[in-house]
T-cell receptor
Framework: QKEVEQNSGPLSVPEGAIASLNCTYSDRGSQSFFWYRQYSGKSPELIMS????GDKEDGRFTAQLNKASQYVSLLIRDSQPSDSATYLCAVDGGSQGNLIFGKGTKLSVKP | ETGVTQTPRHLVMGMTNKKSLKCEQHLGHNAMYWYKQSAKKPLELMFV???????ENNSVPSRFSPECPNSSHLFLHLHTLQPEDSALYLC????????????FGPGTRLLVL
């Protein structure tokens, strides 16, 4: 069974610091990787997608992918209290057309 | 109105009730999805529709019955639910089937008494 693993946290960082969120996945054939942010009581919101090994930057967010290690991470620079949320890692489920989600990591940014 | 909308946003029902959840997407997408999100569990895919045709039924109990009359609308009909079915039910859509960039609706928070 395909799995996506994340540390549930909570991960607590001070305002202005770098938050590092990690995710591992079981299916070597996965090609597409996503990070969703979910505020408490709200639905997931796509913030980053990455398909190739290496880094992808978008504003304060950087996604990192290492397919050999089956590892994907999200770095948030200059963390803000508004970044406090649960971050969901999602990986493509192959021919089924679905996404396989991790349980999410709860991030808390302290002012 | 844009994006993916869901109604109702909150629903309380007894185990003998019949209710329906509605999802509508205004993005011109062709694939739609139902997910279940329970506390401390990963999002669970329930159903996938591609061009109104169901392509995935992820071993969901028959007390959940989906309906997709067209590419913009998706329903989840509920009957004789159990308390453990209480969860957040999320609808999502993507431009094409097998395109993983999915956009979620706000969800329906369901409580089964």
């Amino acid at each position: 069974q395909k799995e996506v693993e994340q540390n549930s946290g909570p991960l607590s960082v001070p305002e202005g610091a770098i938050a590092s969120l990690n995710c591992t996945y079981s299916d070597r054939g996965s090609q597409s990787f996503f990070w969703y942010r979910q505020y408490s009581g709200k639905s997931p919101e796509l913030i980053m997608s990455i398909y190739s090994n290496g880094d992808k930057e978008d504003g304060r967010f950087t996604a990192q992918l290492n397919k050999a290690s089956q590892y994907v991470s999200l770095l948030i620079r200059d963390s803000q209290p508004s970044d406090s949320a649960t971050y969901l890692c999602a990986v493509d489920g192959g021919s089924q057309g679905n996404l396989i989600f991790g349980k999410g990591t709860k991030l808390s940014v302290k002012p | 109105e844009t994006g993916v909308t869901q109604t109702p946003r909150h629903l309380v029902m007894g185990m003998t009730n019949k209710k329906s959840l509605k999802c509508e997407q205004h993005l011109g997408h062709n694939a739609m999805y139902w997910y279940k999100q329970s506390a401390k569990k990963p999002l669970e895919l329930m159903f996938v529709y591609n061009f109104k045709e169901q392509t995935e039924n992820n071993s969901v109990p028959s007390r959940f019955s989906p309906e997709c009359p067209n590419s913009s609308h998706l329903f989840l009909h509920l009957h004789t639910l159990q308390p453990e079915d209480s969860a957040l039910y999320l609808c999502a859509s993507s431009q094409e089937f097998l395109q993983e960039t999915q956009y979620f609706g706000p969800g329906t928070r369901l409580l089964v008494l």
